[in-house]
C-alpha cells in the first residue's frame, strides 16, 4: 500500500501534464471510432440492404446451415423451401447467405 503511494505522481505542475493527456485520450477516441465502430456501422447497413432487397427465387444459406429457395416474404420472416413440399418459415435475420437468381451458388458479389 505504502509503494502504491509513492509511486503516485505528485501534485505540482497539474496543468502542463493535462494537454497531452486529453491529446491521447482524443486520437484514442479517433482511432477506435475510424477501426472499429465505422467498419461495423458499413458492414450492418450492408446486410440491411442484402436482407432488403430478396424476392421469391433466390436461394440462402441460414444461420442455422440450412439451404433453401424463398417463396415467400413479409416484414421481418421468410418462408422458405427446403425440399419438395417441405416449407419452413424463418426470420429474416437468420439469413447469413443470399444467392440471387442467376447468380453462381457459393459466390458472393463484391460491390
Partial sequence: MLA???MAPQQGGGE???LPTVIMFGS???IF???ILRPQQKRQKERQKLL???KKGDKIVTAGGV???IVGLEDKTALIQIAENV???IERSSIAVVNK???VEGVESQA
Avoid: C, P
Fill in 101 to 103: 437468381v442467376g447468380e
Fill in 87 to 89: 416449407k419452413i418459415k
Fill in 4 to 6: 502504491l503511494l509513492l
Fill in 33 to 35: 471510432y475510424f477501426m
Fill in 16 to 18: 502542463q501534464s493535462f
Fill in 52 to 54: 432488403e432487397s430478396m
Fill in 28 to 30: 484514442i477516441i479517433a
Fill in 67 to 69: 439451404h433453401g429457395t
